[in-house]
């Protein structure tokens, strides 16, 4: 089992930015590629950013290409995403999540999910 807690959602304006963070605890967190999710009201979860193992490669949806960056630090267990240029269409509950492979965009693709993170951009 692996264990993932979001944070760092909140209020910002447009244009403004926010780092979100993924802490994973129980299992290896290396062995593991991540992923950010984000699901709107009324819409399907939707793929956002994926990392590697090790964090050498990485992918993002193109709605986020050049304003949303997916990192991750194994030695503290942890996977971010930032978040720049923040528009109102960003808005949306965010999810990390870990898969045993790398690159999946679906989410049943993903074995173990977060609680999620409110992350609200107001015009």
């Known amino acids: 089992q692996v264990q993932l807690v979001e944070s760092g959602g909140g209020l910002v304006q447009a244009v403004g930015s926010l780092r979100l963070s993924c802490a994973a605890s129980g299992r290896t967190f290396s062995d593991y590629a991540m992923g950010w999710f984000r699901q709107a009201p009324g819409k399907e979860r939707e793929f956002v950013a994926a990392i590697s193992w090790g964090g050498g490669s990485t992918r993002s949806a193109d709605a986020v290409k050049g304003r949303f960056t997916i990192s991750r630090d194994n030695a503290k267990n942890t996977v971010y995403l930032q978040m720049n240029n923040l528009k109102p269409e960003d808005t949306a509950v965010y999810y990390c999540?870990?898969?045993?492979?790398?690159?999946?965009?679906?989410?049943?693709?993903?074995?173990?999910w977060g609680q999620g993170t409110q992350v609200t951009v107001s015009s």
């Open positions: 999540a870990a898969n045993s492979k790398y690159g999946g965009t679906g989410a049943y693709e993903y074995a173990y």
